[in-house]
């Protein structure tokens, strides 16, 4: 079935670091790809997303290009800070279930943490 | 803004006890999602509702049933708490297309004693 891969975390920075969370998918169809970011003590949110190959979807500094070719989807961000300390999924969706309805393929989360 | 409400932030139950857990979103989504939320094990969709009264297992049902008698507010029951339920439960909606966003609940963090 189709699955989400991501890097393994902890992922600890200095502030103003490049940062990239790897993501590689296996999926039968054309499925649409997010990143959510879930900051402490709170539920997840939705970073970015693409829904098509070659998208980028972008937000917050954040960037994310969806590569069929690698089947990847990996977050990118130039300079981190700070408040960017926070758990990120990756996560598709693709799965045609009751209804005609879709339900989303998750990724286990890569901490990150960034200090000052 | 979409919002979703989860009934509390933080609940302590006993082994056995039935628990409900209430979620209600405002923007009039069809679709809604219970999940839980462990240390190395990611999200995991317990049950999710496509419609009014419609639900349907996802991936680690046992142990829980669900409610969803109006479209806005969709429970999640624990007929007999268990200590393996300890968690992080996550409530979301969403627009009935795949591409549209899950819009989460806070959470809620529950201890099973």
């Known amino acids: 079935g189709d699955s989400v891969t991501q890097m393994e975390g902890p992922v600890t920075l200095s502030e103003e670091a490049f940062l990239t969370i790897n993501c590689t998918y296996t999926?039968?169809?054309?499925?649409?790809l997010f990143w959510y970011v879930q900051y402490p003590g709170e539920g997840l949110q939705l970073l970015l997303k693409?829904?098509?190959a070659d998208d980028k979807g972008s937000n917050k500094g954040f960037e994310a290009t969806y590569r069929k070719e690698t089947t990847s989807f990996h977050l990118e961000k130039g300079s981190v800070q700070v408040s960017d300390s926070a758990v990120y999924f990756c996560?598709?969706?693709?799965?045609?279930?009751?209804?005609?309805?879709?339900?989303?393929?998750w990724g286990l989360g890569t901490s990150l943490a960034v200090n000052p | 803004d979409v919002k979703v409400t989860q009934s509390s932030r933080y609940l302590v139950k006993r082994t056995g006890e039935k628990v409900f857990l209430e979620c209600v979103q405002d923007?009039?989504?069809?679709?809604m999602f219970w999940y839980r939320q462990d240390p190395g094990l990611g999200l995991r969709l317990i049950y999710f509702?496509?419609?009014?009264?419609?639900?349907e297992k996802g991936d680690i049902p046992e142990g829980y049933s669900v409610s969803r008698e109006k479209k806005e507010r969709f429970s999640l029951i624990l007929e007999s708490a268990s200590t393996n339920q300890t968690s992080m439960y996550l409530c979301?909606?969403?627009?009935?297309?795949?591409?549209?966003?899950?819009?989460f609940g806070p959470g809620t963090r529950l201890t099973v004693l």
């Open positions: 999926a039968t169809g054309y499925p649409s």
């Open positions: 509702s496509y419609d009014v009264k419609m639900k």
């Open positions: 979301a909606s969403r627009n009935r297309r795949g591409t549209d966003t899950q819009y």
């Open positions: 996560a598709l969706s693709d799965q045609i279930v009751a209804g005609n309805n879709r339900k989303l393929i």
């Open positions: 923007m009039d989504h069809e679709n």
């Open positions: 693409a829904t098509k």
